[in-house]
């Protein structure tokens, strides 16, 4: 498998890397843009409470772990996790999306007590989609990212650096790349062994 990547630089994320990964036996491919400033770890909390609350734009890096306590959602990165910017709304899709997936698994399974609690939650979600000033239950939006490339951008968001214990339970689902390089080639093949260092 191949991972190559190049350095840039753009506004509010400052400098990023582009990485880009494929393998010639599988035909797996991956792409990402990997935040590259340092700064301190971060969460972000915002109270959904009206339409402008679900247009707060939301920058979720591969290192932001996604959290909604009401309803029981934690979203963490893993190894081929990806950033995107969207809004609050955007966001309870994508949970939304994860959910009726849930639905019908547990529906092949006739676990229909699984059904009944992601039914539930999809009825909390679609209610704060809807009408967030009138939805029986309201949510609050977390974002906690150790590497702090996360954000959400609204007046009514607030911004706090983790505490240490945070920072000890929170996964960031990176691979670590020397910047100085571009590219670096992983074996999968049976005849795949130790890199030397010339290799």
Wanted: hydrophobic share 40%.
């Amino acid at each position: 498998m191949a991972i190559k990547w190049q350095k840039d630089t753009i506004p509010y994320f400052g400098d990023i890397m582009y990485t880009t990964a494929q393998c010639d036996q599988c035909s797996f491919k991956f792409a990402d843009t990997i935040i590259l400033s340092g700064k301190d770890p971060v969460c972000c909390t915002l109270p959904v409470r009206t339409e402008a609350d679900l247009d707060a734009r939301v920058i979720r890096s591969t290192s932001g772990t996604i959290i909604v306590e009401e309803i029981g959602v934690m979203v963490e990165p893993g190894p081929i996790s990806e950033s995107y910017i969207t809004n609050v709304e955007g966001v309870l899709q994508r949970i939304r999306g994860v959910i009726e997936s849930t639905v019908r698994w547990s529906e092949m399974d006739n676990d229909f007590e699984k059904v009944d609690i992601a039914l539930d939650l999809l009825n909390k979600i679609d209610a704060v989609i809807d009408n967030p000033e009138t939805a029986p239950v309201s949510l609050t939006l977390q974002i906690k990212d150790p590497l702090g490339n996360s954000a959400i951008i609204s007046a009514n968001a607030e911004s706090r650096k983790l505490t240490e214990d945070e920072l000890e339970t929170l996964k960031t689902g990176m691979i670590i790349l020397d910047a100085e390089k571009d590219e670096i080639i992983y074996d999968i093949s049976d005849e795949a062994g130790p890199i030397g260092k010339n290799d």
